[in-house]
């Protein structure tokens, strides 16, 4: 069965701290990318990547960064966490638009 | 940019009922594709059907289906005889035809189904 895997369900960070959450995809997939869900806004495109090394910018990029070293991973990077940033993670790979495979999902609570 | 728009924030339906939720989105694009993705409270988002837009017949998956109206931008899933495991977050959401796969969700309604 294919899969993405978040490697990380649940963090507490404190603010100011630099928060890495790791993406992993088994399934070949060229594109990638990370979305942020918050109650009544749904989800929301933070960055994406359609190859390697290559990431360009979603609706919400500002306090974000990415890197996609290899193929099959793709890290979201907080650079200074801050309690606004408290929220739900969701990474997701296709290959062809209507393949998108989400992963389980990153809780992540900065205080 | 295109916007897409659910106007249930919370549905409730008996078990076995028929229940439709709404979802209205704007374009410029002629062909583009949406779709359906449901959330379950264990938070694996998973997708329930898929429209493309140059396709004039109305996707179905099982008890699944769709009611696009493309000139009104409105795309509704019907979900039939209700069961208990469809009890979750609907996402509904637009996919470009140029470039990569990124999509725009809408608001997501919260669904429950009752025994």
């Known amino acids: 069965d294919v899969k993405v895997t978040q490697s990380s369900r649940y963090l507490v960070k404190r603010t100011g701290e630099k928060v890495f959450l790791e993406c992993v995809q088994d399934?070949?997939?060229?594109?990638m990318f990370w979305y942020r869900q918050d109650p009544g806004l749904g989800l929301r495109l933070i960055y994406f990547?359609?190859?390697?090394?290559?990431?360009e910018k979603g609706d919400i990029p500002e306090g974000y960064s990415v890197s996609r070293e290899k193929k099959e991973r793709f890290s979201l990077i907080l650079e200074s966490a801050s309690t606004n940033q408290t929220s739900m993670y969701l990474c997701?790979?296709?290959?062809?638009?209507?393949?998108?495979?989400f992963g389980e999902g990153s809780w992540l609570t900065v205080v | 940019a295109q916007t897409v728009t659910q106007s249930q924030p919370e549905m409730s339906v008996q078990e076995a009922e028929t229940v439709t939720l709404s979802c209205t989105y704007d374009?410029?694009?002629?062909?583009?594709?949406l779709f359906w993705y449901k959330q379950p409270p264990s938070r694996q988002m998973i997708l329930v059907i898929r429209?493309?837009?140059?396709?004039?017949q109305n996707a179905t998956e099982n008890r699944f289906s769709v009611n696009f109206q493309k000139a009104a931008k409105s795309f509704s899933l019907k979900i039939s005889d209700s069961q208990l495991g469809d009890t979750a977050m609907y996402f509904c959401?637009?996919?470009?035809?140029?470039?990569?796969?990124?999509?725009?969700f809408g608001t997501g309604t919260r669904l429950t189904i009752i025994p």
């Open positions: 997701a790979s296709s290959y062809r638009q209507g393949t998108n495979t």
């Open positions: 399934m070949d997939h060229e594109n």
């Open positions: 990547s359609y190859d390697v090394k290559m990431k």
């Open positions: 374009t410029s694009e002629s062909n583009y594709y």
């Open positions: 429209q493309e837009a140059y396709k004039q």
């Open positions: 959401a637009f996919g470009s035809n140029f470039g990569n796969e990124k999509l725009t």
